[in-house]
């Protein structure tokens, strides 16, 4: 049985930070892309974070570009998503995702909450 488990979302004032968890289990993770999602109450599903099973090589939109960081441990199964310098437009709920480099089967997390508010 595959799952994917979020951890570390919260409450936070703006310009403060958060870390993000996610360990997946149930397949090979050294095969599996990572992403990180999030929506926003009242809007679209956003990609903020991805990370190659190959090379580790990182990409961001401009929107959280110099402010998040995804990092994978492939020997603990987990990734994780550095957020720094937050606003309160990065409010969300954020999703962790698995990616088959190949077959492109994917799972998805129950997603956690991220607030950041004075």
């Known amino acids: 049985q595959v799952q994917v488990v979020e951890s570390g979302g919260g409450l936070v004032q703006p310009g403060g930070s958060l870390r993000l968890s996610c360990v997946v289990s149930?397949?090979?993770?050294?095969?599996?892309?990572m992403r990180w999602h999030r929506q926003a109450s009242g809007k679209e599903r956003e990609l903020v974070a991805t990370i190659s099973s190959t090379t580790g090589s990182a990409n961001y939109p401009d929107s959280v570009k110099g402010r998040f960081t995804i990092s994978r441990s492939n020997a603990r199964n987990m990734v994780y998503l550095q957020m720094n310098s937050l606003e309160p437009e990065d409010t969300a709920v954020y999703y962790c995702?698995?990616?088959?480099?190949?077959?492109?089967?994917?799972?998805w997390g129950q997603g956690t909450q991220v607030t950041v508010s004075s």
């Open positions: 995702n698995a990616v088959h480099q190949f077959t492109g089967d994917n799972f």
């Open positions: 149930g397949v090979p993770f050294r095969l599996y892309d």
